[in-house]
């Protein structure tokens, strides 16, 4: 009987997260879209930031590129990703993985917070757009981290996975500056070289890492306190390296 049980809830965890990354995707998809066709061009953008492309076929490169430059689709689509991988097998292990799963949590947090704190107020959304700025800024974040909490699987972050989760968002950083200082244009105010100088941008990009450590530790921390800390290891959830 407990098997059977253990079956049906696996089988429940599965389709959740299937519609979960539906709704992910779907706000991905839709975001695309709207920007390949340069549905809702921004207006009056900041000296310094992405934005700028020509109107029509000879801007879609550059408004694609500058979309999935941004830090927020970055971490959508980890979440999409992630998604994705729990309902085929929600019963995954390995370093790589707990970096990733650790990265959807962190990433798409950080995403929600510096958005409604810093970019909300200066934020142009209008149309459908709201539509895909509320399922990416929003509802994906406050999804992903509820179903973490109440569906789980656990024990799939791990202590270490909290700083091998930097190497994505590092990189992404890195390549948000070389790009800039070629096009001189970054994706966020606070990335702006143009404006404030790199040693400002720098100590910008060091601080929100820092908020990335303390949030992985922080869902850490709530993983072994949900896992139960006197479990013993042979009745740990199972994982595997299956895809």
Known sequence: MRDLHAKIARVSIRRIYAIAAGITWFGLGLGLILTAFNVYPPVNVPPGLLGVNPDGLAGLVGRVVDSMSAFT???????????????????????????????????????????????????????????????????VPVM??????????????????????????????????????????????????????????????AGVAALGIVLGLVFWAIDRLLSGRGRAPDSATPVTNES
């Open 144 to 205: 992903t981290v509820a179903l973490w909490l109440i569906v789980g699987p656990r024990r799939q972050v791990t202590f270490a996975s909290v700083f091998t989760a930097i190497v994505i968002p590092i990189t992404w950083a890195a390549y948000t500056l070389i790009r800039g200082h070629f096009i001189e244009r970054y994706p966020y105010d606070f990335l702006n070289v143009v404006a404030y100088g790199l040693p400002a941008v720098l100590t910008n990009i």
């Open 73 to 139: 689709n970055l971490s959508n689509i980890i979440v999409a990703v992630v998604f994705t991988m729990l309902a085929r097998n929600p019963d995954r292990g390995g370093r790589v993985w707990h970096a990733v799963r650790m990265d959807s949590l962190v990433m798409i947090s950080i995403t929600g917070l510096i958005y409604a704190i810093v970019l909300a107020p200066d934020a142009q959304v209008e149309g459908l757009d709201i539509i895909v700025n509320a399922l990416k800024h929003y509802i």
